[in-house]
């Protein structure tokens, strides 16, 4: 803790604090607030007089009711959920796979490989999104969930590969050579030996796969065309905006429970993805 | 971990089998070079199908005059040529170089002083720690709608609380003003981005030994300068990393301007990847498009050269 006064406790600590967590939260607020606002309230001017920002008296679920009755909310929920899975489970596969060969495997031109995924790792997007947007309608892929599950990987599991590494490496070689002496083949003690120890890693990189795929927007913008075929992020920005009308109840209602799946996975597991994260850093 | 390892073998060992027993599968997989290939085709597979291709067909793409259904020929660097007198190409060239640098910076200066502030022991941290991630988990585009319904001219509730603290006194149109709008897409970009530079520093500092603080507090050195000889030298590799990451990221931004501005007002917010949008998807001028995002790369590989290097230099010191 801070050393001396009260006072000092207060300027250094309390109050940077609680401004941080404020700025940081004030808009999911909003979002709620917004969500529960009958209309009537909702589009009052700011410079009306009985204008009541921070609380309704009136609250109601209209919103979410429209959103759920009234638009294909719920289609691109299940869309999303389908795309993420599939994507993190592909993405997964392949990086758990990648990152042991990576880190334990002598083989020739490992380190260029190496390299190559980590170059691929810090390619945006918005980089490729034109001619893979050509490329997926050559494919004939375009505006199925196909499209999204197969280009996500492309930017997961170079991420994956490179969290797991990392945690392959960590795991002390003697516990694979006690199995190899043994007698135990190369594989199963990749398999059951050192897969089951790695679960935590795993998990982290599944984790931070999941919510960047529901998060992805401008490969599902560009890819897929039909209202039904949508993420939430593009079927809300495209189908819940019409022309120049904002239906804002409706808007921040989405944008809540389109947050739902993605909060609740990572309220689960917070010590994961924070290692995620550092550990993506880390390298 | 010896004992997990015999516990391992002792219930692998139940299942051996002699090594002329075994499936060809295996014996083929015993082989370390092979076993490698079979692991890293997936992989090599989906990013050359799907990054290595794209690429080299971007290229291709942005020395032709294609457009959506219509095939194109051979144009050589005309595409590029038209770019480079582009006035709003060099705007969007403008305004990514200057969203990237305020937004970085104010991300780190923000974010390590967040984490310095998280790097103290007080009931409810590991609550407050996984509040504070939120805005950078919950999808940009929605919680972009949450700003964008923030910074509604008629609606916003910020000019609001600007208005009753005796800040302003007349409305900050914050979206439909050219400047106030690229400082509206700043915000956002900052309020996003600071959860995830506190989070990674704060897993920096937390490799920092609190006896190299003790020592130097008992040789007399005051907060700021325990900062400065102390944390900060040994925090910047770590810091240089996260920089890079959000650099790349941020340079290639999308999602919160299409939402929040679309390039508007006049291309004041456009940026490279919001025109190449734009100009590929939105006009189908396929070739242009492709020229615009392929010009991100030679800049974005300048900028990861560079930070590399840095990079290499601050881990040998």
């Excluded at chain 1, 960047?212 to 039909?226: G, H, K, Q, R, T």
């Excluded at chain 2, 092979?34 to 085709?41: G, I, V, Y």
């Excluded at chain 2, 990237?100 to 022991?121: E, I, M, Q």
Aim: one cysteine or more; a positive charge; proline letters at 6%.
């Amino acid at each position: 803790m801070i050393e001396g006064a009260p006072w000092r406790r207060w300027v250094f600590f309390y109050v940077p604090v609680t401004a941080f967590v404020v700025s940081l939260l004030f808009p999911f607020y909003w979002m709620v607030i917004t969500t529960l606002r009958p209309d009537n309230e909702l589009y009052r001017p700011w410079s009306a007089s009985n204008y009541a920002p921070f609380w309704t008296t009136h609250p109601t679920f209209e919103h979410v009711r429209d959103l759920l009755t009234e638009t294909l909310f719920t289609t691109w929920m299940l869309n999303t959920m389908l795309i993420s899975l599939a994507a993190t489970a592909i993405s997964l596969f392949c990086g758990v796979l990648a990152g042991y060969a990576l880190s334990r495997l002598k083989f020739p031109f490992a380190g260029s490989i190496g390299t190559a995924i980590f170059i691929t790792y810090l390619v945006p997007q918005t980089l490729l999104f034109i001619p893979l947007a050509d490329i997926i309608r050559n494919f004939r892929l375009g505006d199925s969930p196909w499209a999204l599950i197969l280009t996500y990987p492309t930017f997961l599991i170079p991420f994956c590969t490179w969290l797991l590494m990392g945690y392959f490496k960590s795991i002390p070689k003697e516990l694979e050579e006690c199995a190899r002496i043994d007698g135990a083949p190369r594989w199963k003690a990749m398999v059951y030996i050192i897969f089951p120890v790695a679960v935590p890693g795993i998990l982290s990189a599944g984790i931070f796969a999941f919510t960047l795929s529901w998060n992805e927007f401008i490969y599902a913008l560009v890819f897929l065309s039909s209202p039904e075929q949508k993420t939430v992020p593009v079927g809300v920005t495209s189908e819940l905006v019409r022309g120049d009308v904002f239906f804002w109840g409706e808007l921040m209602a989405g944008a809540l429970l389109g947050s739902v799946p993605v909060a609740f996975v990572y309220s689960f597991f917070v010590e994961y993805y924070v290692s995620g994260i550092t550990g993506s850093v880390k390298g | 971990m010896a004992t997990v390892g015999s516990v391992a073998s002792v219930a692998l060992r139940r299942q051996y089998v002699p090594m002329s027993r075994r499936g060809p599968i295996t014996r083929l997989l015993e082989d370390e070079r092979r076993l490698a290939f079979c692991l890293m085709l997936p992989t090599v597979v989906l990013l050359c199908l799907f990054i290595a291709y794209p690429f080299f067909n971007g290229i291709l793409l942005a020395v032709t005059d294609t457009r959506v259904g219509v095939p194109g020929h051979f144009v050589g660097m005309e595409n590029f040529v038209k770019i480079w007198n582009d006035n709003i190409f060099r705007i969007a060239v403008w305004n990514t170089c200057l969203y990237t640098f305020v937004t970085t910076v104010f991300k780190l200066a923000l974010g390590l002083w967040l984490a310095l502030l998280l790097n103290r022991h007080f009931r409810g941290k590991a609550f407050m720690r996984a509040f504070i991630l939120l805005p950078f988990i919950i999808p940009t585009v929605l919680s972009t709608f949450a700003w964008k319904w923030m910074f509604d001219p008629t609606f916003s509730v910020l000019n609001w609380m600007l208005f009753h603290a005796g800040i302003i006194h007349t409305r900050i149109n914050w979206l439909g003003d050219p400047v106030m709008a690229m400082v509206s897409v700043i915000i956002v970009n900052v309020w996003r981005g600071v959860p995830f530079y506190a989070i990674s520093l704060l897993a920096g500092l937390q490799t920092i030994s609190p006896e190299l603080h003790e020592a130097a507090a008992i040789d007399g050195a005051h907060a700021w300068a325990r900062f400065r000889h102390v944390t900060w030298p040994l925090l910047l590799p770590v810091t240089l990393v996260i920089v890079l990451f959000s650099v790349i990221q941020t340079f290639a931004d999308f999602q919160l301007v299409y939402v929040l501005t679309g390039g508007g007002p006049a291309n004041a917010t456009q940026l490279f990847a919001t025109y190449a949008y734009q100009l590929g998807i939105g006009t189908g001028l396929l070739s242009q498009g492709a020229a615009i995002s392929l010009a991100i790369f030679p800049i974005l590989l300048l900028v990861v050269i560079v930070q590399l290097v840095y990079i290499r230099r601050a881990e040998t010191l």
